[in-house]
Each structure stands twice: as structure tokens, then as C-alpha cells.
């Protein structure tokens, strides 16, 4: 009888003492850190959770109102990169550092990688034409498969049995939206436009993958350091020459012209469709922002934590402001991705205590 007692306390006493250690390493870890670090962590993360989720149904509003062009919409996500290049030119007089010295292979990646996220974009606009927000950030949320998967193809990191498992995962929940895709289609979007913009965004997320990958490659290969201005270069050049590849785009497709007539036919009149566009560039960018500053301040861990839980505030926001479709092999999925989220974010954690790779992308 004396003897059964503390075997019936310990799971209780074990449990508290677990959250008494979790809360003792929480507090070292903060004190470590001045407010200010926090304060920027806190803003940073805030925009990621904001700002991306924002600009993705703000694209869906663009055509839900009467937008048609998917160069347009593509453009408007790399047209606020100056707002990156503002941010980054103060951080030179406050480092009291120098831009870094381009030379030819530098300045081809940047090259390359501008091209390549162009292209992403376009892939992602199409995507948002034909299906839901929601549905479309959950598909996008396969990127993760990808990166990934470029990842240790290209830039050699680990894959342990977590992120295996949640690639099998992911790959899951992709496959019962496919099987549900009658509850979700608009009634304006015929079943093979559907089913394009589904193969969009899985490719998108593909390409989205593979410029992870590239961009670890190049900071890892021609940059050789870690410090917040070198990622803001990075960042501010790649958007530069996107913004360069598609206002080229653009302007063949003569939908520079086709703006003014658009707006006119635009619900809710010329002023709401420029301010679509406006805060559409300026929503991405905060939220370029915000990504990269999680990654300097913090790890791709946290990153990828937060980028987990955008996607459900995505698929919630879209049910609610714009009446999205959510039938319940959708909410299935969503846990399902969550789901692979979690294990995702615990495999890397794992493999970056026995590595001492970079934590960049």
C-alpha cells in the first residue's frame, strides 16, 4: 500500500517537472538575449504570420474581383523589392560594413535565381486563378517535399526517418485534395483549369523547392559568411532581377496596357483594384522581410515552425473573409499537413544537433 502511492505520483510529478525544466530554459534562453532582440524576433515572426497569408488572398481577391492577368499578379509579388533595398542600405552605416564585391559567379546566381523565382511566381499566379486560397496554400505547403529533397541532392543536408515520414505525410494530404476537388471548385473554373492550377502549384512548389536549395548553395559556396546585411543582399538582388525577367514578361504580354480597362471593369471600382495591387507588393515584401529575419535572429527550425502554422491561418482566413469552400476532406487534410509540419520541423531539429551546416535559405 505505502509502496503503490509513489508509483501512482510519478507520471503527475514527472509531467510538472518536465514543464518546470521547459520553463528554466525558456528563461535562460531569454536572458540571454537583450529586449531589443526579442522585440525584432517578435515583429519578424508577426510578419511572416501576417503578411504572407495576406498577400496570398489578396492574389485570390484579385480575381475573384475581375482580374484575369497572371504576369500582373506575378509582377506585383516582386514590384516591392525596393522596399527590401531601403531596409537593407541602413544596416551598411550601422554594421559599418561594405556591400559585398560582385563578381562574375555571384552575379550569375543572382541572375539565375531571379530568373527562377520569376517563374515561381508565374507558376503560383496561375495557380490562384483556377483554385481557392486554401487550397492553394495547402499545396503549396508541399515545398516543403521539395526543398527537402533539393536539399540533400544539391547542398547535401541530412534526411532522417522524421523528414521521410513527413514527406510521406505531406504527399498524403496533396493526394485527398486531388480526390476531393468537386467540393472546392469554383463554379466559374472549368475542371481542367482546375486541374492546371493544381499541376501549377505543385510545380510551383517544386520550383519554390529547388530555389531553397540554390540559395543555401550560393550563400554556402560564394558568400561564406552569416551576418544580416549579406542575407538582405542576397535577397534584394534575386527580387531585383525577378522584378527585371517579369516586367520583360509584362510588357510583351501587353498587360501594362490592359490595366487601365481592367481597373474600370474591376468590382468595387479603379481605386480598390490598385490597392489590391499596392498592398499585394507591399504585403509579400514585409513578408520576405519578416522570413528573413527569422532565419538571421533565429533558425530555419523556427522558420519552418511558423511557416507551419501560416498555412491553417491562410485556409481560416480564406474560409471566413472570402467565403471559401471547406468541405471536410479539406479540414482532413489541413491536420494531415500539420501533421507532417510537426514531424518536418522535428527531423530538422534533430539533424541540426549533429551538424553544424548553415541554417540558410
Known amino acids: 500500500m505505502e509502496g503503490s502511492i ?7 510529478a514527472s ?34 504570420l501576417v503578411a504572407f497569408p495576406a498577400s496570398s488572398l489578396l492574389s485570390r481577391l484579385y480575381y475573384q474581383n475581375g482580374g484575369t492577368s497572371k504576369w500582373i499578379i506575378s509582377w506585383v509579388a516582386v514590384a516591392g523589392w525596393p522596399l527590401t533595398a531601403f ?9 559599418r560594413t561594405f556591400p559585398t564585391p560582385l563578381d562574375w559567379k555571384l552575379s550569375l546566381s543572382y541572375i539565375v535565381l531571379g530568373f527562377l523565382s520569376a517563374a515561381d511566381n508565374l507558376l503560383y499566379a496561375y495557380a490562384y486563378a483556377y483554385l481557392p486560397a486554401s ?32 514527406i510521406v505525410i505531406i504527399t498524403a494530404a496533396m493526394t485527398i485534395i486531388a480526390l476531393d476537388s468537386n ?51 542576397q535577397q534584394v538582388m534575386v527580387s531585383a532581377f525577378a522584378f527585371v525577367f517579369t516586367t520583360i514578361g509584362v510588357i510583351a504580354n501587353k498587360d501594362f496596357q490592359g490595366m487601365a480597362s481592367e481597373a474600370k471593369t474591376f468590382k468595387g471600382g479603379e481605386s480598390s483594384y490598385y490597392l489590391v495591387l499596392i498592398w499585394g507588393a507591399i504585403t509579400f515584401q514585409l513578408g520576405v522581410l519578416g522570413g528573413t529575419a527569422v532565419l538571421f535572429l533565429a533558425s530555419t527550425v523556427l522558420a519552418g515552425v511558423l511557416n507551419a502554422v ?24 489541413l491536420v494531415v499537413t500539420f501533421w ?11 539533424s541540426k544537433k549533429g551538424s553544424t551546416s548553415q541554417n540558410y535559405s
Open 6 to 12: 509513489p508509483l501512482q505520483n510519478q507520471p503527475s
Open 135 to 166: 487550397t492553394a496554400a495547402l499545396l503549396a505547403s508541399s515545398s516543403l517535399i521539395f526543398s527537402a529533397l533539393f536539399g540533400y541532392l544539391l547542398v547535401k543536408n541530412k534526411i532522417n526517418a522524421s523528414i521521410i515520414n513527413a
Open 183 to 233: 467540393s472546392d471548385r469554383y463554379g466559374n473554373v472549368t475542371n481542367s483549369q482546375y486541374i492546371m492550377g493544381f499541376i501549377w502549384d505543385i510545380l510551383g512548389s517544386a520550383l519554390h523547392g529547388l530555389i531553397f536549395a540554390l540559395s543555401e548553395l550560393v550563400f554556402v559556396k560564394l558568400l561564406g559568411k552569416r551576418s544580416f546585411h549579406v542575407v538582405l543582399e
Open 15 to 48: 509531467f510538472w517537472f518536465r514543464i518546470s525544466t521547459i520553463k528554466k530554459k525558456a528563461w535562460e534562453t531569454y536572458k540571454r538575449k537583450p529586449i531589443s532582440y526579442w522585440i525584432l524576433l517578435a515583429l519578424s515572426s508577426s510578419a511572416m
Open 340 to 350: 507532417g509540419f510537426g514531424s518536418y520541423i522535428y527531423g530538422s531539429s534533430s
Open 310 to 333: 501560416r498555412v491553417p491561418l491562410t485556409g481560416i482566413a480564406a474560409v471566413i473573409l472570402m467565403n471559401d469552400p471547406m468541405s471536410g476532406f479539406k479540414i482532413l487534410s
Open 87 to 95: 531596409i537593407l542600405i541602413p544596416t551598411y552605416f550601422v554594421c
